[in-house]
C-alpha cells in the first residue's frame, strides 16, 4: 500500500470510530463532533477512559498498535459498565464492532469513578503480560533486539552459539513493513512452524534518521535479500515463497564494501578502490588450506595447537578409519564431496567431512593430505611444524553460481571483480553487458518494470540507456572465506533491508554441544558481555552486569520490606 492509500484507509477508521462512539462521547460529557476529529477524538478517549494521552502514540507503531487497540477496546467498553468476560471477548473477536451494539442498543451509562485496578487476579496477571509483551516489542522492534549467531561465517568474530544485543538505533530504526504480525517472534510461530505475519497489507518503507552511517569492515545485520525459504528456522521443504523484507532470514555479515566504493577480490582478498581492505584487529581471515604432512596423519601426530573446539571444519575422524573404497564409493554417490588430487576430500559446503559420513564409512586414520580451515597466524604455525611438507591454499575454480551469475566473466569465490557498489543518485550506463549487474536492483530492491527485447531495454514502459540508483547498497561477506554465504552469490545488499550493528555479546556457549548439561559446561564466561566491535582484545564487563543486577534484587528486596510494613 502506498502512503495515500494508508491515508484513506486512516480516514476509513476515523470514519468508523465516530459511528461508533459519537453516543458515548455524549454520556461521557463530550460532543458528539470530537469522536469525529483525527487524533484529537484520541486524546479524548483517553480522558473518558481514564488513561494516558501518551498511549495515542503506540496506536500509529505498527505491531505494537496491534495489542494496544484489543486494549482500548476493552477499556472503553468497561468505562460505560461492561465487565464481564463474555463482553470483552466479544470486543476482541470483533475487532471493536461490539462497541456500536453497546453504543446503539444499550443503555450503557458512563462510570466516571470506575477503579482502574483489575477486578481479580488473573485480571491483574494478564494487564500485567499484557504491558510487559507490548514495552518488550517496542524495545524488541526499535531500539534493541537479541539475535544468535548459527553459522561460522564470522569465526573468530563471532561465533557459533554467541548471543548478540543488536543496536536498530545505530543506522535508524526500521518502521516494520508488516504490520500484521505477532510480536517477539519473527518469521514463524513457535512449535507450529506456521506464517507468524500476514503478506498483506505492507506499509511503505519507513525509516527513523540514524546516529551513523555503516562504515567499511563494520559488522551488519541484515535481511537476507534472497531469502526464499518458507521459514528462517528448520526449514527442510525445499519450497520457495515471497517474503516481506522484514520477515526475510535475518543474517550477520561484515560490510567490506559500501555505497559508491569499487570493489574486487583477488586470490580471496578484497581490494577497495584499488587497495587492500585492512581488516581490524579483531577478524580473523580464513581459507581452506591443503596441508601435507610427512606420515599419514592420525590423532596422535595431528598439530595440537590445531585442535579448537570453536573451529568449524576441524576433523573429527582423526581416530577413524580411512578406507580408499569406500570413500571413492561415498564420493560417487554423495553430491556434495568433490575430490581433490588423489587423496583428499573436501565438502564444498561444510568445509570438512560430514561427520555422518564419517561414522558410517568406520574411518580410523586419514591420508597425508587433508583440508584444514586456517588463519594466517595458524599457517605461519603449521608450516614450522616438524611433520609439515607444505600447507597450500586452496583456489576455486571459475563458477557461474557466483554474482553476477554470467559464465564468461569467469569468477569464483577468489578472483572476482571489479565491480561498482551502487550509490543512491548515482547514475549508470545500462546495457546487455552491465544489466547483469543491476536487474535485480531496477526489478526487486526499487520495484521497476524491467523488460529486455534484443539490445533494448524498457524501464516501466520507457526505452533507457541509463539508470539512477534510489538508495544506497552494500557489499558483505563473512571471514571465514571459504564457508560463507554471502554477497558473492546473492549480490548487493540494499539499505532497506539492513536491521541495524550488532553491539554486544551478551551470552555465549558451545550451540553444537550433544546435550543441555554440556552447553551449560561449555559456556563461554570470557565472551559474556563482550562489545562487538573495537580495538585489541574482547574485554568481558560480565562482572561489572552482574554487580548491576545484584545491586537491583537487593533493592527490590528492601523495597518489598518497606511496602509490607507500611
Not at 495489542?67 to 463482553?87: A, H, N, S
Not at 540514524?210 to 562504515?215: A, E, F, P, R, S
Not at 532470514?249 to 577497495?272: M, Q
Not at 595431528?302 to 579448537?308: A, E, M, S, V
Amino acid at each position: 500500500m502506498t502512503f495515500i492509500q494508508w491515508f484513506l484507509f486512516f480516514l476509513v477508521i476515523q470514519i468508523i470510530h465516530f459511528l461508533g462512539t459519537w453516543k458515548l462521547y455524549q454520556k461521557a460529557g463530550r460532543k458528539a463532533w470530537e469522536a469525529a476529529i483525527p487524533i484529537y477524538n484520541g486524546i479524548v478517549l483517553m480522558q473518558i477512559i481514564k488513561r494516558p494521552k501518551w498511549w495515542i502514540i503506540l496506536l500509529f507503531i505498527p505491531i505494537i498498535n496491534l495489542l494496544m487497540f484489543p486494549v482500548i477496546w476493552i477499556e472503553t467498553i468497561r468505562t460505560f459498565g461492561f465487565y464481564k468476560k463474555l463482553d470483552s471477548f466479544l470486543v476482541i473477536v470483533t475487532l471493536g464492532l461490539y462497541i456500536f451494539y453497546i453504543n446503539y442498543d444499550t443503555d450503557a451509562k458512563f462510570n466516571a469513578d470506575r477503579s482502574l485496578k483489575p477486578q481479580s487476579e488473573l485480571g491483574e496477571w494478564v494487564s500485567s503480560i499484557t504491558f510487559a509483551i507490548i514495552a518488550a516489542t517496542l524495545v524488541h522492534t526499535y531500539f534493541m533486539q537479541p539475535f544468535t549467531i548459527p553459522t561460522s561465517s564470522l569465526e573468530k568474530s563471532l561465533l557459533v552459539g554467541d548471543y548478540l544485543f543488536v543496536s536498530k538505533f545505530h543506522y535508524g530504526a526500521r518502521f516494520p513493513s508488516t504490520v500484521i504480525a505477532a510480536p517477539m517472534v519473527h518469521d514463524s510461530l513457535p512449535f507450529t512452524g506456521t506464517a507468524s505475519y500476514l503478506k498483506s497489507p505492507q506499509l511503505p518503507y519507513t525509516r527513523l534518521p540514524g546516529l551513523q552511517k555503516i562504515k567499511n569492515n563494520d559488522i551488519v545485520c541484515f535481511n537476507w535479500p534472497a531469502d526464499s525459504l518458507a521459514t528462517m528456522w528448520g526449514d527442510t521443504s525445499g519450497k520457495f515463497t515471497y517474503k516481506p523484507v522484514d520477515k526475510k532470514t535475518n543474517y550477520v555479515k561484515r560490510c567490506v564494501g559500501i555505497a559508491g566504493d569499487s570493489l574486487e577480490i583477488r586470490d580471496g582478498y578484497v581490494y577497495i578502490n584499488g587497495k587492500k581492505n585492512v581488516l581490524p584487529y579483531r577478524a580473523k581471515i580464513q581459507f581452506y588450506y591443503t596441508y601435507e604432512s610427512k606420515s599419514p596423519i592420525d590423532a596422535s601426530n595431528y598439530p595440537k595447537f590445531l585442535i579448537d573446539k570453536e573451529r568449524t571444519g576441524v576433523y573429527r575422524i582423526l581416530s577413524e578409519y580411512w578406507d580408499n573404497e569406500k570413500v571413492q564409493e561415498a564420493i560417487k554417490t554423495n553430491g556434495n564431496l568433490t575430490k581433490i588430487g588423489q587423496d583428499s576430500i573436501y565438502t564444498e559446503v561444510a568445509g570438512g567431512i560430514n561427520p555422518d559420513l564419517a561414522q558410517r564409512l568406520k574411518m580410523t586414520s586419514v591420508a597425508n593430505k587433508i583440508n584444514i580451515n586456517l588463519t594466517l597466524e595458524e599457517v605461519s604455525r603449521l608450516e614450522r611444524y616438524p611433520l609439515t611438507i607444505s600447507v597450500k591454499k586452496i583456489n576455486h575454480a571459475p563458477d557461474k553460481a557466483i554474482f553476477p551469475h554470467v559464465e564468461k566473466l569467469q569468477w569464483s569465490q577468489d578472483n572476482f571483480g571489479p565491480i561498482y557498489i551502487p550509490k543512491a543518485g548515482v547514475t549508470v550506463k545500462l546495457d546487455k553487458e552491465s544489466l547483469p549487474f543491476y536487474e535485480q536492483i531496477i526489478k526487486n530492491y526499487e520495484n521497476n518494470d524491467l523488460l529486455v527485447n534484443g539490445d533494448e531495454i524498457f524501464i516501466n514502459g520507457k526505452k533507457v540507456d541509463s539508470y539512477t540508483f534510489q538508495q544506497d547498497y552494500y557489499w558483505l561477506l563473512g571471514d571465514n572465506r571459504h564457508n560463507s554465504l554471502d554477497a558473492r552469490y546473492w549480490g548487493y545488499v540494499p539499505f532497506d533491508h539492513v536491521l541495524g550493528k550488532p553491539v554486544m555479546v551478551w551470552f555465549s556457549w558451545d550451540a553444537n554441544a550433544e546435550s543441555f548439561g554440556a552447553k551449560i559446561k561449555s559456556i563461554r564466561w570470557d565472551r559474556l558481555f563482550t562489545t562487538v566491535h573495537g580495538d585489541g582484545e574482547p574485554v568481558s564487563y560480565r562482572y561489572f552486569v552482574f554487580a548491576l543486577i545484584a545491586m537491583y534484587f537487593v533493592w527490590s528486596y528492601y523495597r518489598g520490606k518497606k511496602k509490607v510494613k507500611k
